[in-house]
């Protein structure tokens, strides 16, 4: 069974820091892996799409990486602002379908101005 | 382009009331799924649909639990009676496939996902 940890649960930091949140998975066998970001009350919007085919991905100061050997993904946040406050969750996608989808728990990340 | 739209946005009832969530996904979309999310528990995958027909809904908790797909624009999310345990957001999701000259081509798995139901049961 797929298991995702997010390290750490939470973190605050002065803005204009850069950070890394970190995704764990169990099982090296994903189709890809997506980075999620959760504002209080509201939905998961989409960051990121890491497909297993690929090491990475960027997008604006946004850069996530996918190492499948040893089941680690990281988010990189650079010159982080109080806007990027928010939960990130990672979602692994296996190849054996989507009712395997398995998300992280997330990271709560509190950029202080 | 809209996206993934989920009503109502809030519920708040009583214990053995009827409750309906209602999802439209993105249009062309031909996953559809159903999530809950609690602190304790995270997100669960309640049951997700495919071309309208439900694949997988091992992760209906109970019988008082029941989800349709009508047509490829309009889901329910039912819950009947409604307990206080089952206070929580619920979340709708979509995904496509990429096809063309009929054959599938790809499949990123990319889920989009509506701004959720959130519900509370007295």
């Known amino acids: 069974k797929q298991e995702v940890t997010q390290i750490p649960a939470a973190l605050s930091v002065p803005e204009g820091e850069n950070l890394v949140l970190n995704c764990s998975f169990t099982d090296s066998a994903i189709y890809n892996l997506q980075w999620f970001r959760q504002d209080p009350g509201k939905g998961l919007t989409s960051l990121l799409l890491?497909?297993?085919?690929?090491r990475e991905q960027t997008s604006g100061r946004l850069n996530a990486s996918l190492d499948k050997s040893s089941g680690r993904s990281t988010l990189y946040i650079a010159a982080s602002q109080p806007g990027d406050s928010a939960t990130y969750l990672c979602a692994v996608i296996p190849s054996g379908g989507y009712q395997k989808v398995t998300f992280g728990i997330g990271t709560k990340l509190q950029v202080i101005p | 382009d809209a996206g993934v739209i989920q009503s109502p946005r809030h519920e708040v009832t009583e214990m053995g009331q009827e409750v309906t969530l209602r999802c439209k996904p993105i249009?062309?979309?031909?996953?559809l799924f159903w999530y809950r999310q609690t602190m304790m528990r995270g997100l669960e995958l309640l049951i997700y649909f495919n071309n309208n027909v439900p694949i997988d809904d091992s992760g209906m908790p109970e019988d008082r639990f029941s989800a349709k797909m009508p047509n490829a624009s309009f889901s329910t999310l039912k819950i009947q009676p409604s307990e206080p345990r089952d206070s929580a957001v619920y979340f709708c999701a979509s995904s496509f496939r990429w096809r063309g000259r009929g054959r599938l081509i790809g499949n990123t798995g990319e889920l989009f996902f509506g701004e959720g139901s959130r519900l509370t049961v007295l």
């Open positions: 890491i497909q297993s085919s690929q």
């Open positions: 249009s062309g979309h031909d996953y």
